[in-house]
Structure formats: structure tokens, C-alpha cells
């Protein structure tokens, strides 16, 4: 902090409404200015996997990196804080001090909606990937905002679920990855969740945000709360949550001025939260440079080069028998299948959503790479929500709710969907509006076809003067928008090839959500039968191998709502089934956010997972399956054989989804390959799994010590040799095994690891130090870290279920460290 800026003394010139006013932002995405004594305002920005700026959707472009989880699953925390840099850069061109990313809950199911946007079911992994992406960003001069503080794992109910956890439970998993963030990597904001964590809401949660971030962590930068998400303004301003999102205020403003005065809540806490705000918006720099920027986009070849390395490296070789891949140069005519082959699919959808530079697709990324002949088929789909149509809608606006007077603005937009977040248009109240969408739109197929409406607001939709889908009247309140829209509307009508239609859209945006978040969207599709997996099955037969892309999108791996299951929809398992049938090499490209169900694995030799590599997608993907780069990822979630292997999908309601509305972890610390490992459930790939392009020996290990006493530390080493003709990576992974304990421990835990980029022949050793931290467990009685004395397993190896080594060491008597 720049010593320059006496805040005390600033806090002393502020009248207690001032203070107040510093506690909520000034709008969706800046904090408040006071000119008088030149309190600048600054702005944050949406991520994790780009900097969207001040518009949620048709804003100014912005470079988009790969989801959470494919940077989760290159194991590469240096790779990492290279991202974050780039991501520093990609704020200040909108104009923000401050990016809201990254996002570290835990993968506890594989149904969760922002699985995409979390590292990893583990939280040692997650805090070591966090810290790398937050050294890079806030290296850059932009502050990290690590959320959802804390246990924001699924979307059902997000709003209001209490999450009901034992606190042993969210020391050793949950808590992890913020604490990591805030003792190693210095972050400099964090935002707490919309759930209740057993009992009270996150941002006015007292235990958590006062006494164990503050407290215990010794945070001391800013809090703020999810947008909308706070909920009592005496409790949040006590506990410590310093910034109201976003504004105008719901919680704060003139109430809080009144519960000062009224003595019920302390004006040195006000006091405490406003220093913060101070200080935040000083060690962005604003104080010094005041004034947000304007937006602007910047396309930078090095920032290209740098995400489709980053997509390469997040992608996860999952099988490959017979080397299938990397594809042969005899391969000199390729069947391009799938609903994925000629979309990109980049990114998760939410607020983790940015207006992308580029959007490469796989046929593009091929194209560039290839002179093979490429034939193409879509033979499935993919959607959650009727498509889209990408051709411009125009738009004229009311003043009214009724569509009543005359126009007051006019705006035309590159699809038939619109949301607006916050801002309209000048002049246009968000909460009092209403709108007529036209456009006129040519089928180019005969057949049945969807017409579709959703709406944040009441909508109804007419063809040719017919109403034909009607959220009008009907309107209520559904899962789509962040649970802020309407359910889907759906209707089919059969349509012919070549005749226009001319498609009308009233909508009006009062509902019974008092948000200023408003949205449209009209879907038309025909969709895909067996007319479509004939073909596909036809060109398979004609190719040297088939490829298929197939998997899910930001509409299924979305911030708002869960995935009802595991399984891939609508025909693309069975175009699989067929395509393989129709020619023996074929090769699968998974692109998903989360673990889905294999029903086809045994009859395909290879498949990749390329989860949603960002903007360069077609790029990073065809660099690995032409081999101009390895797959250098390693699954951060187990996958599971089926939903049932999971462990908050055994049966218990209370546990997933929830029930009555809690949701209780009562599976305590065994999630993922914890869960896996100690109940001796086979998954289909482990934790840790990933193949690649070249081989490797890996020596005896050696530990420094074998008997060691509370405090000290103990050093693995292992020396790796790439044997192959190939460069290539290996992930040294170190599982910690306790042999006795007096609580029910999992089998094992992942406490280190380290990756290794070796060139063919060349060797080096992965040194992996376990602090006693990692051979403990939390005592929620003594309020600590005990690790008892007695024997530790300490095994190493390529996946949780791939170990190539285990060493025995002994801690010599019990130790114990306070919270």
C-alpha cells in the first residue's frame, strides 16, 4: 500500500453516509467515487477464463483462455501464472483493476453446472493451481478475487441452499484452496457465495468471514459479496463483508445509516469495512491514476500462441490403443463427425461467458494443419435449449411495459438472443421496459422444427402475425438466466425449405424478480434424427479414420442450474455406436466441462478430452492429434463408470440434490478418488490419468528421512527418464497414507506433485517436501492440525490408482498446530 494515502485520516474527513456509500457498488460492476475528497471509482470484470467488461453479452471482444478445469488438469502451476499475467492485461483493456476469478469449490459431484469452472475435485491441487493464476494476475497489477467463499458446490437452489458441513470436513477439503490463496499467494479480494453454510448466509457469515479468513488467515484485503447474494444488513456489515454487489444497494444505503444510529450495529465496523474498501481501491492504483479507462479489444499473436499452448496442455489423452494417435500421415481422408466438429465449443456458459476474439473451429484447426480430404457430418446434437438463429434481430424499445407510445430507442443485434445485464440502453429504465424483436428468418430444410422461447421478462413470440409461443401471461420463474428467466417454452410446427417467415417478439420486463437482469431468446432448430446417423455412418465407411466430436456445451456446463445426469444427450452416444461400427479407427474428441457416461468406450481405440480449450480450440486440438503438441493433461476429477459410483449419488436426496432445503455433505471428506480409493470403487479413469505421446522410467525413489518429529519436513526425490523418441511431460504425483488413525482417514491423499517436461533421452528429478501439515488431520474439539504418531505410506505414481512406488516413514510423536 502506497504509505502516501493516510486512510485514517480520509475515514475521519467521511460523514457515516459516506462510509455507507463505499459498502455497495455504484452499479454492476464499479465501486462508488466520492469527488469531494478524491475517492476515485474502480471497476471489476467477470472471469475466470477472460475479461468480459461492462457488458454481459455483444460487448467489445476479449481473448478467451480455457475453462477452470482444463487449466486444473495441466498440473502446471508455472503454466498457470503465465495465464494469469496475460489475463492481467486482458482486465486493464476493459478498463478493471480487478478480475473475478478464480473460482476454487471443489468438484463433489459430476453434475455440478460450474463443474467447468473449478480446478479439481482436490483441494491440494486446486490451491496450487490457484496460486499460480493469482501470482500471475495480481502480478500484473490487477487484483484476484478468489470465490465462492465458501461451498457453492452445485446449483440447485443456489440462491438459498444451506450447505450443512462438519468443520472438520471444511478444513480439510473446502477451506483449503482459500486458505492456500491467502497465506502463499497474498490474494487480494475474495467473494463470498450465495448459500448458506449451516445455517446463515456466506456474506453474513460471522464464523467464517471475522473469525477464520480474518482471523485465523490474517486476511486482510476485501470481501464482497456474489451478485445479489447478500441478505441481512446488520449481520454482513458485523461480520466483516465489506462491499454490497452490486449496486444500487438492496441491503445497505440509508438502513445501514439507521442501524448505526440506532446503535445495532457498531459504527467502528462500518468504519473497519469502508477502510477496506479504501485501501482495495488504493492498491489497485486508482488513487494515483483515477478515471476507468474505456474498453477496448487488443488481438495479440502472443496472446493466441499462449492459449492454444494452453488448451494443448489441459487436453487429457484418455485411451489409445495401438497408438492411434498421433494421427497418421497416411490418414489422407478424414470423416469429420459430430456436433462439435464444426462449432467451437470454448467456453462454459455464465458469468464466466466473454464476447471471444476467435472461435476455432476443430475443422478449422485442421484445415490448417492438413491437406487430407475432410468430409463432414453433424449426425447428433448437442443443445440443452433450442438453438439459436445467428442473424441480426432488431429491436425498437418503450418506455412502457405495454408497448405502448412510441419508440424510444432502436438497436439491432448479431443473433435472436439478448441479455442485459444491469444497463439497457441510455435512457431506458431496466426495470420498466418493453421491447418488440423482429426478424425474418428462411428455413433451409423441410420438416418439424422447434420454436422456442425463454425470457428473463414476459415474452411471446409470433410467425406471420400468429402467436405461436406464449411467456406472457404464463411467465414464472424458472431454472435458465442464473434461475432469473423462465423455464423453455417449446413448440414444433412443420416448416418448409425456402419460405420466409416473419417473426415478431413482444417482451416487457417486470416480473415477480426484482433484479435488473433481463433477457430474450428465441430458439428454432430442426433436429436430428436417423436421416442425420445414415449419413454420418455413410461417410465413416469412406474415410482412413473417422473422428468424432461429440460431448456437451455452455448450455449443459453452465453457472444457474446442474446437469439432470451423466449421460451424453440426444443421439451422440448412438452416433458413436454407429460410426465405430462403420469403420474400426475411429477416434473420439470428448469436449465437456465434467465426467460423463462411456457406454461405447470398448469399442473405440482412442479418446481424447479437450474439455473447452477457449478460444483457439481447433487450433490446440488438432496440434495433439496431428502430434505437434503432447496431451499434456491429467484428469483433476475422477471419472466415474456410471452416476451411481458417485458418492453424493447413492440414494440419498438430503445429500444431492437436497431436501427441504439443505443439502448435507455427509459423506464428510471422502469425495472423488477419496470416496473411490476407500470404498474400493473401480472409476474408469483415475484421478491423476492421462497418457501421452512418449514413455518414461522412473527410478527408485529415495526419502531424505525415514523418522521425523512434528515440524519438520520431509523431502521425496525421484529421477525420470523420457525413454522415448518423443518430447513429453510426466506428473510426479505423492499420495500421503495414514496406516493408524484414531478418526476414519481416507485411503490416501494427494499432499505434492510436480510435473517434468523432458526431451527424448533427457532426465531429471522431481523433489516433492511434505510439511507436517500434510500427515495431519483437523481436530474440530482442540481447534487444530494433529498429526499423530506412527507410520505414514507415502506413495508416488503417474494416477491415484497408477503407483509406481511406496516408501514408509514414521513420525516420531504427536503434533499439533492451532487454527
Known sequence: MNTALDIPALLDALTLEEQVSLLTGADFWTTVAIPRLGIPAVKVTDGPNGARGGIFNGGPQTACFPAAIALGSTWDPALIAEAGRALAEESRLKGAGALLAPTVNLHRSTLNGRNFECYSEDPHLTGEIACGYIRGLQSGGVAATIKHFVCNDSEVERMSIDSVVDERTLRELYLVPFEKAVKEAGVQAVMTSYNRINGDFAADHAPLVRDVLRGQWGFDGLVMSDWFAEHATEKSATAGMDLEMPGPTRQRGAALVQAVREGRVPAEDVRACAGRVLQFVERLGAFARPGIPEERAEDSAERRALIRRLGAAGCVLLKNEGERLPLSASARTIALIGPSAETARIMGGGSANVNALHRITPRQGLEAQTDATIL?????????????????????????????????????????????????LPGIDPMRFSARATLEHTPAEDGEHLISLTSAGRTRAFIDGELVVDAWESWSRGETYFTFGCDERIVRRTLRAGQPLRITIEFSSPTEVDVAFKALRLGLHRPRGETDLAEAETLARQADVALV???????????????????????????????????????????????????????????????????????????????????????????????????????????????????????????????????????????????????????????????????????????????????????????????????????????????????????????????????????????????????????????????????????????????
Open 376 to 424: 463432414s457430418a453433424p449426425g447428433a446434437d448437442c443443445h440443452r435449449w433450442t438453438p439459436v438463429l445467428q442473424q441480426p434481430m432488431a429491436v425498437e424499445f418503450f418506455a412502457s411495459t405495454d408497448l405502448s407510445g412510441e419508440p424510444v430507442a432502436r438497436a439491432v443485434y448479431p443473433s435472436s438472443e439478448k441479455v442485459w445485464a444491469g444497463e439497457v
Open 549 to 819: 466430436f461429440i460431448g456437451l456445451n455452455d448450455e449443459w456446463d453452465c453457472e444457474g442450474l446442474d446437469r439432470p445426469d451423466m449421460r451424453l444427450p440426444h443421439g451422440q452416444n448412438a452416433l458413436v455406436e454407429r460410426v465405430a461400427a462403420a469403420n474400426p479407427n475411429t477416434i473420439v474428441v470428448l469436449q465437456t466441462g465434467a465426467p460423463v457416461e462411456l457406454p461405447w468406450i470398448d469399442r473405440v481405440p482412442a479418446v481424447l478430452q479437450a474439455w473447452y480449450p477457449g478460444q483457439e480450440c481447433g487450433h490446440a486440438i488438432a496440434d495433439v492429434l496431428l502430434g505437434r503438441a503432447e496431451p499434456g493433461g491429467r484428469l483433476s476429477q475422477t471419472w466415474p463408470v456410471q452416476l451411481a459410483d458417485v458418492v453424493t449419488s447413492q440414494g440419498d436426496a438430503r445429500r444431492y440434490p437436497g431436501q427441504g432445503g439443505r443439502v448435507v455433505y455427509e459423506e464428510g471428506v471422502f469425495i472423488g478418488y477419496r470416496h473411490h480409493d476407500s470404498r474400493e470403487i473401480a472409476p474408469r479413469f483415475a484421478f491423476g490419468h492421462g497418457l501421452g505421446y512418449t514413455r518414461f522410467a522412473w527410478e527408485t525413489p529415495q526419502v531424505d528421512r525415514t523418522r521425523f518429529a512434528p515440524g519438520e519436513a520431509v523431502t521425496v526425490s525421484v529421477r525420470i527418464t523420457n525413454t522415448g523418441a518423443r518430447a513429453g511431460s510426466e506428473v510426479v504425483q505423492l499420495y500421503v497414507a495414514d496406516v493408524h488413525s484414531r478418526v476414519e482417514r481416507p485411503a490416501q491423499e494427494l499432499k505434492a506433485f510436480a510435473k517434468l517436461h523432458l526431451q527424448p533421452g533427457e532426465s531429471a528429478v522431481a523433489t516433492l517436501t511434505l510439511g507436517e501439515r500434510a500427515f495431519a488431520f483437523f481436530d474440530a474439539e482442540r481447534g487444530g492440525w494433529v498429526a499423530e504418531a506412527g507410520e505414514f505410506r507415502l506413495r508416488l505414481g503417474a494416477s491415484s490408482r497408477d503407483l509406481r512406488a511406496e516408501l514408509a516413514v514414521t513420525l516420531t510423536h504427536d503434533g499439533f498446530t492451532a487454527a
